[in-house]
């Protein structure tokens, strides 16, 4: 209740020198993180490495990495009144993020996702409650004075799940078939996985950058909300696409060496 009570005061403003805040609009949710030494066969009982209550979901974790960067942002989305809804009230402010918009829905539970992390590959398998918390709306957005962002984030990097949906088989492939389906001068980026990611810009020209694998592979888990936090991050610094997407490709590889985020910095 006091993280909850906290947030609602939390004052939307300004930092000091005129900086300019990123707001992220999306999920939050509870990941209930299970790390084995490696993914159990069906039906056998196992002894886990450890088990860990992490604040999750895609807007979330690039809120988390925004601030390691040292970037000012604030989190917009909706969160149930409970212990995991306080859990992750508290988890924002022990980062530094603004919680200001977070919408506090009277009714719903929750989401919740049991992600299992293997030791002996670092591959992450989700499973997500999506339960009947209400989104965000409109009206909740036209709250918002926009004038104290620079960047506002909705989620729209093209993933590489996203693209095998639709049959492309490499980031190039889908950047090419979907630039179509976009207004003129917007920019296209996909990554895809170990593969690196690529781009397109408003000139049409595609740039790549390789991926930077750790030495071990240890835990992927929020790899991909990673590398868009640090391409934003980039970008709204003034970088080229090309310094922005490698520098992102540069993060989301060290996150794939640590368990969980801190350290990537």
């Given amino acids: ?13 300004v930092l ?20 084995v030494p490696a993914y159990p066969a069906e039906d056998t009982d196992t002894r886990c490495v450890s088990q860990r209550w992490q604040r999750g ?10 601030a390691l960067l040292g970037a000012p942002c604030a989190f917009m989305g909706s969160l149930a009144p409970g212990h995991a809804g306080d859990f992750i009230a508290a988890d924002f402010q022990h980062r530094g993020v603004d919680v200001t918009h977070v919408a506090w829905q009277p009714h719903g539970d ?8 293997s030791a002996a ?19 909740d957005f036209e709250r918002v004075d926009l004038s104290q962002y620079k960047w506002i984030h909705w989620e729209v990097f093209i993933s590489k799940d996203l693209a095998q949906h639709f049959g492309y088989r490499s980031a190039p492939e889908a950047l090419q078939g979907l630039r179509g389906r976009v207004q003129p001068g917007a920019t296209l980026i996909c990554a895809w996985a170990e593969e690196g990611a690529d781009a397109v810009g408003p000139d049409g020209e ?10 071990t592979l240890v835990d992927t888990l929020g790899a991909g909300d990673t590398f868009n936090a640090a391409v934003i991050f980039a970008l709204s610094a003034g970088r080229s696409l090309q310094d922005a997407l490698t520098f992102g490709c540069q993060i ?8 969980g985020f801190d350290g990537i910095v």
């Fill in 1 to 13: 209740m006091a993280a909850r009570a906290a947030a609602r005061r939390d004052p939307e403003r």
């Fill in 16 to 35: 000091a020198g005129g900086e300019k805040r990123i707001l992220c609009v999306g999920l939050v949710c509870l990941d209930i993180i299970t790390v």
């Fill in 57 to 66: 979901g895609n807007a979330s974790n690039s809120c988390t990495v925004l």
């Fill in 110 to 117: 929750m989401p919740c996702a049991c992600c299992i992390v």
């Fill in 121 to 139: 590959s670092g591959s992450r398998t989700i499973m997500l409650y999506d339960t009947n918390l209400p989104d965000v709306t409109a009206r």
């Fill in 206 to 215: 595609l740039v790549h950058s390789d991926a930077f694998p750790p030495e």
């Fill in 252 to 259: 989301a590889g060290r996150k794939c060496g640590i368990q």
